[in-house]
């Protein structure tokens, strides 16, 4: 349907009265043109507004003229809601100049954490500020772990959160500086960047969403499925792997269907199991997927004790079962030889990914359960990256903040890369070159080496492509970009 103005309704109308009686007086103050044109021509361009609203009101296409509460209501015809952001989170290293010889304990005694630490403030005043939501411990008994050779001193990595959503709050590696005085630490640092923050979803964004749901109508559907984890509000990325997946996970019966997320929702539990030696030497933690252990406390002897990671006990995180990286998955804390053992009942504080529990029951609801379909809610596998290049730069340029701006930006790049997408030393140099054209002469081609970081030590290559499956992404510390200065 033509949209017309009242302006052109009116000069439809005299051009049609004219053509028929070209001696019809039609000037302005007269019968014909104030009465019999201009009025009904008036109402009828309203009328023709209000038809072009509904018309755009019921068509996302028109996305950006509409308002957000336009959009919100269309969006509300097909069960979704604007996603309201999510919390960027990242590692936070505190850390002691001399080993510790009493305990000193970074959190809340809950095991929730709670410290907070931010950002020094930007040319706009602005900082921004994070918590950590675990609580770890400095002890005489576990100074030998923490203690970094290469920097001499003794470091704590602690999971932190972001105090508010969105992108701003993925600050840079050691962008971190502020913290809450805690007796006993010196200095803070954050080794990488915080990641994972989003903002609130806009119309355009929302509008992407109406339209695969538009072709989602059924949850069985990979557009279903999609459409349904993708409104979780701390989901950036997700895919659906089946039994037709290229490299699909499980395929036993042939319905096996697996929702992969990137995104975290992270939730401090405690354990309190029994220990005994008959079968107390493994112990599958409750909450699935797990991040970290935090503590093990027991009595040993009628004394209260920390257990010791990595000489009394080990956390492992199942790699290797149909179920890993799920609520059902097998992570747990596996007792060693020869080291301290519990009494009895023990406490393991530790933090999961609970996301991955909230999505597992909305797909087992009984509104949205599929008869005959296997469905299994899984965290998307990382693959760690790692890569050596040699850059040029700019005579005057000092080579120690150059090196620290070149790795901000490729890791800044590299943990942005969502489920399945390729990376290539192309789009590296792209955003080098985009990013730091006032720091970089040149790069050179091939890199020394980029490659996936394996458990062992090897010659990496230097490989111009890296792939990864649909149910796997990559991401990249800055420890493991070395960059040399020419």
């Known amino acids: 349907m033509s949209i017309k103005t009242s302006d052109e309704l009116i000069q439809q109308a005299l051009d049609y009265i004219t053509a028929w009686r070209p001696d019809v007086d039609t000037s302005v103050g007269t019968l014909i043109k104030d009465i019999v044109i201009d009025v009904p021509a008036t109402v009828l361009g309203v009328a023709y507004q209000d038809l072009q609203q509904i018309q755009k009101a019921s068509s996302i296409n028109y996305v950006n003229e509409l308002t957000d509460n336009q959009v919100e209501d269309l969006a509300a015809n097909y069960g979704l809601t604007r996603k309201q952001g999510s919390y960027a989170t990242g590692v936070i290293t505190f850390i002691r100049y001399s080993a510790p010889t009493t305990t000193v304990t970074v959190g809340a005694s809950d095991g929730t954490g709670g410290v907070s630490v931010s950002t020094l403030k930007d040319d706009n005043g602005v900082s921004y500020s994070f918590t950590t939501v675990e609580t770890k411990q400095f002890t005489v008994a576990n100074a030998s772990s923490l203690y970094s050779a290469d920097r001499n001193r003794w470091e704590l990595n602690v999971t932190i959160q972001a105090d508010q959503v969105g992108s701003d709050y993925n600050v840079a590696a050691n962008a971190i500086k502020m913290f809450s005085g805690i007796n006993g630490v010196d200095d803070i640092v954050n080794y990488n960047a915080c990641v994972g923050g989003l903002d609130i979803e806009t119309n355009e964004q929302l509008g992407e969403r109406i339209k695969e749901a538009a072709k989602a109508r059924l949850l069985g559907t990979v557009a279903g499925y999609k459409s349904l984890i993708d409104s979780f509000n701390q989901v950036i990325d997700s895919a659906v792997v089946d039994t037709s997946t290229p490299g699909y996970i499980r395929n036993t019966y042939g319905n096996e269907v697996d929702v992969v997320i990137i995104g975290q929702q992270i939730e401090a539990y405690t354990d309190t199991p029994t220990y005994n030696n008959v079968n107390g030497n493994e112990y599958i933690l409750e909450h699935q997927p797990v991040i970290s252990v935090n503590s093990v406390i027991g009595t040993v002897s009628g004394n209260e004790y920390t257990f010791v990671d990595g000489t009394d006990y080990i956390f492992v995180k199942d790699t290797t079962s149909d179920y890993r990286e799920s609520a059902k998955g097998f992570d747990k804390i596996v007792w060693q030889q020869g080291g301290q053992k519990p009494d009895g009942e023990y406490t393991i504080?530790?933090?999961?990914?609970?996301?991955?529990?909230?999505?597992?029951?909305?797909?087992?609801?009984?509104?949205?359960?599929?008869?005959?379909?296997?469905?299994?809610?899984?965290?998307?596998?990382?693959?760690?990256?790692?890569?050596?290049?040699?850059?040029?730069?700019?005579?005057?340029?000092?080579?120690?903040?150059?090196?620290?701006?070149?790795?901000?930006?490729?890791?800044?790049?590299?943990?942005?890369?969502?489920?399945?997408?390729?990376?290539?030393?192309?789009?590296?140099?792209?955003?080098?070159?985009?990013?730091?054209?006032?720091?970089?002469?040149?790069?050179?081609?091939?890199?020394?080496?980029?490659?996936?970081?394996?458990?062992?030590?090897?010659?990496?290559?230097?490989?111009?492509?890296?792939?990864?499956?649909?149910?796997?992404?990559?991401?990249?510390?800055?420890?493991?970009?070395?960059?040399?200065?020419?």
């Open 349 to 486: 504080n530790y933090s999961a990914n609970q996301l991955i529990s909230t999505i597992q029951d909305t797909l087992d609801s009984e509104e949205n359960k599929l008869v005959g379909s296997d469905v299994l809610v899984r965290e998307a596998e990382m693959i760690n990256i790692q890569m050596e290049l040699s850059v040029n730069t700019y005579s005057g340029t000092n080579a120690t903040s150059s090196i620290i701006q070149i790795q901000n930006v490729i890791q800044q790049y590299i943990n942005n890369l969502k489920l399945g997408e390729k990376l290539e030393q192309s789009d590296i140099v792209y955003e080098l070159r985009s990013q730091l054209s006032d720091i970089i002469d040149n790069i050179t081609l091939p890199f020394e080496y980029m490659d996936i970081k394996p458990n062992y030590v090897y010659v990496p290559k230097s490989q111009n492509v890296l792939t990864c499956s649909d149910y796997q992404y990559f991401r990249i510390n800055t420890e493991d970009i070395i960059v040399n200065i020419n």
